[in-house]
């Protein structure tokens, strides 16, 4: 254990600030959505692992090498003082690990409970739409699209939508926001605001913000071009580009210029070797942090 803290606690600096401005700024991500979101999860995960991980085995180092060994000493009734230092360090490890699980169930009620309000209030205002299965109408003049993931989903177009939009140009519409809810895209996005909320000092982690809004909407654009065609998309988001950026699952999703420009010319997929090694890379820095901790 006495190695592997200065290890985890490198590992934990470097993937929240220098990997995290690499990944946001590399071009590759616009190739590969889904395997940049993947590594994105990984980063934050590992991320965490290995910053409170280096506290905690700091702090329990006197009692073995390993957590495994810490804990069977523990049970072994072997538990002796572990020093001042190590005291210290344990203490704000463990305050700072229920510090950043305090603000993300504090982010995670806030947002139920808004979702759950506007929920109720769309099942007063709009009415259910025939013919999309699962969408409500909101008599709205102004084109809008946009769905309020969670349990209970509710996918919204307004009446100028309806009026404005072809049929085609409404099942792209469609497709995207679908997407999101299948996808859970809201999941994706939690952790990296909580992450926001607690360090918003980090560029890194205000980089990645950034970069996994901007994916989440390049992936929904990726599967609604592959439903409805990218013709249709495009012209469906330049007609309601005001709503749509107005209800974005956040305040960082791409703009909408950059969307068009993506799904008007879009960029050769990677080889799939490339995509391959990047979730391997994934899986990777979930497992280090894991097994130098234990």
């Known amino acids: 254990m006495h190695g592997a803290w200065p290890i985890l606690l490198a590992l934990g600096i470097a993937l929240a600030e220098p990997v995290s401005r690499w990944l946001a700024a590399a071009s590759w991500t ?13 980063i934050g995960l590992a991320g965490g692992l290995s910053l409170l991980g280096a506290g905690v085995t700091f702090g329990l180092a006197p009692l073995g090498d390993g957590l495994l060994a810490a804990g069977d000493a523990i ?36 947002t139920v409970r808004a979702r759950r309000k506007h929920r109720d209030l769309l099942d007063v205002l709009a009415t259910p739409w025939p013919s999309a299965s699962g969408a409500h109408v909101l008599d709205h003049p102004v084109p809008v699209a946009y769905c309020l993931p969670g349990p209970r989903s509710r996918l919204v177009v307004s009446a100028g939508a309806v009026t404005t939009l072809a049929q085609s140009e409404l099942d792209a519409v469609l497709a995207h926001e679908r997407a999101h809810l299948r996808e859970r895209h809201d999941l994706v996005v939690l952790p990296f605001v909580a992450w926001g909320a607690t360090a918003r000092w980090v560029p890194g982690i205000r980089a990645a913000q950034h970069a996994v809004a901007r994916l989440i909407e390049m992936r929904a654009d990726d599967v609604a071009a592959g439903e409805a065609g990218s013709a249709e998309l495009a012209g469906a988001l330049r007609s ?17 210029g950059e969307r068009l420009l993506r799904i008007e010319s879009p960029p050769e997929p990677r080889p799939r070797p490339a995509r391959f090694a990047v979730r391997c890379a994934a899986v990777a820095l979930v497992v280090v942090p894991t097994l130098l901790l234990l």
């Open 30 to 42: 616009e190739r590969d959505p889904v395997g940049a979101l993947i590594l994105w999860q990984a």
């Open 75 to 110: 049970f072994d009734g072997q538990l002796r003082d572990l020093g001042l230092v190590h005291d210290v360090v344990l203490a704000v490890t463990l305050l700072v690990a229920a510090w950043l699980l305090g603000v993300l169930a504090l982010i995670t009620t806030r």
């Open 240 to 256: 309601v580009a005001g709503g749509a950026e107005a209800a974005a699952l956040t305040r960082f999703s791409a703009s909408m």
